[in-house]
């Protein structure tokens, strides 16, 4: 078989064929509908509604070239500009920014007094101790004076026993021991009183007299963060953004 002339030659060139418009349509408004519920990075330099704002006009724009502006509803038009404006409008943080500082300064506030009461309680703990080992250490030396006395006593001469009654008025050793035995006996259960309310205030204890500020500032921290994920979708446009781009799919879905 010869081979045809080169001009006589079909050249076939495999093009993909071009979604039809309802294609477009469809695809385009699976994207929004996507586009809409999208969730945006708190971290710095993550995704964000600039990032997003970009995507979505990409989108459109394509959409518009693809579908000729003959096509063009004044519906979808509206829609787009609609778009266009809650992405240029800035968003007022004002009164949500000052909620949030007044509740942070209340619970400066309640975490401060709570704060202030446990130092105060850790401080009388090491002035105790401190008493304790002062209170001991004169024990120590009252019980060894004693010893001493006593046995100086056994040899006892009669300028010793008149010294003694010239001493009368001062405090014996026993009465000085004595007095050091009462304060420690006393001292380990107030330590171990002061090391109570100290725990309750570490732990949260409900019966520490502390337990209804720990509820309030439950309570304040339930609703700062209810706040700051308030504050959060609004810099974010999560409500607003749904709604626009449920609106601009709308227009487009009806487009003929």
Do not use: C
């Not at 401060?112 to 120590?140: F, H, N, P």
């Not at 570490?202 to 609703?223: I, V, Y």
């Amino acid at each position: 078989m010869k081979n045809q002339p080169f001009h006589q030659r079909k050249i076939r060139i495999h093009e993909a064929p071009k979604p039809d418009f309802d294609q477009l349509k469809a695809r385009t408004i699976n994207a929004l509908n996507k586009l809409g519920q999208q969730k945006f990075s708190t971290e710095p330099g993550g995704y964000s509604l600039e990032n997003w704002a970009r995507v979505v006009n990409v989108l459109l724009d394509e959409f518009e070239e693809s579908a000729g502006t003959a096509r063009l509803s004044p519906e979808y038009l509206a829609s787009r500009h609609d778009l266009s404006a809650l992405l240029s409008k800035p968003v007022l943080l004002t009164s949500i920014d000052e909620d949030v500082s007044k509740l942070r300064a209340n619970m400066s506030e309640i975490e401060s007094k709570i704060g202030t009461e446990r130092d105060l309680i850790a401080s009388r703990i090491s002035e105790l101790k401190a008493e304790q080992a002062k209170y001991s250490g004169e024990l120590d030396r009252e019980r060894r004076r004693d010893a001493d006395a006593v046995t100086s006593q056994s040899s006892d001469s009669l300028f010793n026993r008149l010294l003694g009654r010239s001493r009368a008025q001062t405090k014996s050793p026993e009465s000085k021991i004595d007095e050091l035995e009462s304060k420690l006996t006393l001292l380990p259960n107030e330590v171990l009183e002061q090391q109570k309310q100290l725990r309750m205030i570490d732990l949260r204890s409900p019966g520490s007299r502390f337990a209804e500020e720990w509820s309030r500032l439950d309570s304040m921290q339930t609703r700062l963060k209810e706040l700051e994920q308030e504050r959060l979708d609004r810099i974010q446009l999560v409500k607003e953004r749904a709604e626009v781009t449920g609106s601009v799919a709308g227009a487009i879905s009806r487009i003929q």
